[in-house]
T-cell receptor
Framework: DAGVTQSPTHLIKTRGQQVTLRCSPKSGHDTVSWYQQALGQGPQFIFQYYEEEERQRGNFPDRFSGHQFPNYSSELNVNALLLGDSALYLC????????????FGPGTRLLVL | AQSVAQPEDQVNVAEGNPLTVKCTYSVSGNPYLFWYVQYPNRGLQFLLKYITGDNLVKGSYGFEAEFNKSQTSFHLKKPSALVSDSALYFCAVRAINDMRFGAGTRLTVKP
């Protein structure tokens, strides 16, 4: 049983570009959350998707957007990249949107130059 | 607002000694509290959680945590530390619309 998978593992972009990160949830999970973890900090909640809709959102600008597909996989899109967007982006899945325990993927390391 | 604090950036212990990683919380209502561990270049791994019930929660890899309502704490403990326990540990609280994480505590276990 595969856990949460994310792609790519690493990514280098330049300021102003756009990036798309992908996540496949753990089998049996239908809810996906995205987090940003800057170096030396704890993860910060970006948003959560359930039934293909954004259900909750943290304190992130509209440059951060997402999507969930019918197979429960998800994408995180970031437009107009800033140097400060450099971070580890973590995807987490859970069995239902009110579930307590989230299971995390290995993350995508994004570097913006 | 829901939040957690990890007062120690770094904890050092000798292998075989007991370890404690501290966490305090601030919530309105009943807290849903979690501990996660992160190894280098890896995502977060779930260790244990407190939702309700017994104040002593047992989790993965021999870890346990004690929920103390009067002190608003949820400290992570292990009776005998292993070198392989060296990692970054995060305390988290489930808020209404998201999950709030502490800044993390780096645990180093020396042989």
């Amino acid at each position: 049983d595969a856990g949460v998978t994310q792609s790519p593992t690493h990514l280098i972009k330049t300021r102003g570009q756009q990036v798309t990160l992908r996540c496949s949830p753990k089998s049996g999970h239908d809810t996906v959350s995205w987090y940003q973890q800057a170096l030396g900090q704890g993860p910060q909640f970006i948003f959560q998707y359930y039934e293909e809709e954004e259900r909750q959102r943290g304190n992130f600008p509209d440059r951060f957007s997402g999507h969930q597909f019918p197979n429960y996989s998800s994408e995180l899109n970031v437009n107009a990249l800033l140097l400060g967007d450099s971070a580890l982006y973590l995807c987490a899945s859970s069995p239902r949107w009110l579930a307590e325990t989230q299971y995390f993927g290995p993350g995508t390391r994004l570097l913006v130059l | 607002a829901q939040s957690v604090a990890q007062p120690e950036d770094q904890v050092n212990v000798a292998e075989g000694n007991p370890l404690t990683v501290k966490c305090t919380y601030s919530v309105s209502g009943n807290p849903y509290l979690f501990w996660y561990v992160q190894y280098p270049n890896r995502g977060l791994q779930f260790l244990l959680k407190y939702i309700t019930g017994d104040n002593l929660v047992k989790g993965s890899y021999g870890f346990e945590a004690e929920f103390n309502k009067s002190q608003t704490s949820f400290h992570l403990k292990k009776p005998s530390a292993l070198v392989s326990d060296s990692a970054l540990y995060f305390c988290a609280v489930r808020a209404i619309n998201d999950m709030r994480f502490g800044a993390g505590t780096r645990l180093t276990v020396k042989p």
